[in-house]
């Protein structure tokens, strides 16, 4: 699932983490920060010359994860997810803050509240959301559970800007949730 990618590779990719890197080093709050980064990734989508046509590429069996860049201090790491139609993850929350722009396509995303049920608990949906080329978004824990999925017929690709280093670990998601769900 993850392809690791050394260093930017495009002139506008080193842009984006030029510009990721000056909101980042203001040392402000997580949801602050997010929307600074969401404004920085919003001037970059949809651009041609963002990713090299490898960074482009899906994977037929799963979405696929291309590493694109982790800042040398663990502060944050810049993510390229490419769905092919019909792939979604599993119901998940992440590690840390998170910035996510449509680079191509359409994502669709359903949003959940965990609910207390007695000695258990269940997932109620308190939103769908569909993010168009161009459409930004930010998250941060708690409060960040959600599945996304590519509803569409064509492939979707998105860049996702996490506060954490994800070469390190892997993947941005904390706990998935295999739990009974009230949806929409």
């Not at 930004?136 to 996304?148: E, L, T």
Request: charged share 20%; hydrophobic share 35%.
């Amino acid at each position: 699932m993850t392809t690791p990618t050394a260093a930017p590779t495009t002139a506008r990719l080193s842009q984006l983490v030029d510009d990721v890197r000056e909101a980042v080093g203001r040392g402000l709050a997580p949801d602050t920060t997010a929307y600074l980064v969401g404004e920085r990734l919003a001037a970059h989508l949809g651009a041609d010359d963002l990713l090299t046509a490898e960074q482009r590429e899906g994977d037929p069996g799963h979405y696929r994860q291309h590493i694109l860049h982790a800042e040398h201090d663990g502060s944050f790491s810049v993510v390229a997810l490419v769905w092919m139609p019909g792939q979604q993850t599993a119901v998940h929350d992440h590690v840390s803050w998170c910035v996510t722009g449509v680079h191509e396509g359409t994502e669709s995303e359903r949003r959940y509240r965990l609910v207390p049920d007695g000695t258990t608990a269940r997932l109620v949906a308190t939103e769908d959301v569909v993010n168009h080329q161009g459409d930004v978004c930010g998250f941060a824990p708690p409060g960040d559970i959600h599945r996304v999925r590519n509803a569409c017929t064509a492939k979707a690709i998105s860049l996702h800007i996490y506060g954490a280093d994800i070469s390190r670990l892997g993947s941005s998601v904390r706990r998935v949730y295999d739990l009974p769900a009230d949806e929409l």
